[in-house]
């Protein structure tokens, strides 16, 4: 790695949950050799969504669907993202039943800008007879109170929530993640790290390099980065918070690799397709 070729501070927003700070802990500590700690803010992925369409901070964590309307201004990093298989997002309703009843019901998703919902409109275009009703947009933690309570029909949720939604006494409708997997083949994309290309191409990869290096650190010491897992995943029970890591950091967060790419584009392009995104260019996606 050149050492000064990120020695100089970078801005970054990634979000509280665990796979994200067990990924960053490391750099975010300073003991990845030759790279001084970022500037580091706690933000969810719809609010780091919204810095990215702005041009805010140097580096940020995204949806894989906020892509097309950034890579003007932001490269997509090969690394630190978060892809994986059987990690998908749930549509969770009050009832057991079959998707066909959610035709013309309203749905609760964290974001219109989301991977998440590029994927479950992908999967309600062919699974749900005359598509689904109203979207309401809510926070994260307020969905699957508002599916148990009756204020929604039904709920997109991701992360954590695959493991703690039948605590709320809920049921799940289908997996995005199974219906993109069974279609494609290919590794579910959720959730990317860009940089700024005005960082300058040496910059970059230096950056790439520093993360994917951090990545390793994480695994090979995982206790080192348990006080900061665990200082912002707060109302988490531990346990979970290790579910949540063992789904959602594996060898695509280290390095995107073909599949990974494919996976990404071949999202990018179905979304576009159905006139959910604008469509990428051939090389929107290349690392410089």
């Not at 700690?37 to 780091?48: G, H, L, Q, R």
């Not at 932001?74 to 690394?79: E, F, I, N, R």
Request: proline fraction near 8%; include cysteine; hydrophobic fraction near 45%.
């Amino acid at each position: 790695m050149d050492t000064n070729a990120i020695a100089a501070p970078l801005t970054i927003a990634y979000s509280p949950c665990p796979n994200d700070t067990f990924v960053f802990d490391a750099w975010a500590h300073g003991r990845v050799p030759g790279a001084a700690a970022p500037e580091v803010t706690f933000a969810d992925i719809d609010v780091t969504n919204g810095m990215a369409e702005r041009g805010e901070l140097d580096v940020l964590k995204v949806s894989y669907a906020v892509l097309p309307w950034v890579l003007e201004e932001y490269a997509l990093l090969p690394c630190g993202g978060a892809l994986g298989r059987g990690c998908g997002p749930l549509v969770l309703i009050r009832e057991a039943g079959e998707p066909a009843a959610l035709s013309g019901k309203r749905v609760a998703v964290p974001s219109e800008r989301s991977t998440a919902y590029l994927l479950f409109r992908l999967w309600a275009a062919t699974e749900v007879p005359g598509g689904v009703g109203e979207i309401v947009v809510l926070p994260f933690h307020e969905i699957m109170p508002a599916v148990r309570d009756g204020a929604v029909d039904a709920g997109l949720v991701i992360h954590e929530a695959r493991f703690t939604y039948q605590e709320y006494g809920l049921h799940s409708l289908a997996d995005m993640g199974e219906h993109w997997e069974a279609t494609t083949g290919l590794p579910i994309p959720l959730g990317a790290i860009i940089a700024k290309r005005s960082l300058g191409a040496e910059r970059l990869r230096a950056l790439a390099d520093t993360i994917s290096t951090s990545v390793r650190m994480a695994w090979k010491d995982p206790s080192a980065s348990k006080p900061y897992v665990l200082e912002h995943a707060q109302e988490m029970d531990p346990a979970v918070a290790e579910q949540h890591i063992g789904l959602y950091v594996n060898e695509f967060t280290e390095e995107l690799g073909a599949d990974g790419y494919a996976a990404v584009r071949g999202l990018l392009t179905r979304a576009a397709d159905e006139g959910l995104v604008p469509p990428l260019g051939p090389d929107a996606l290349a690392f410089p």
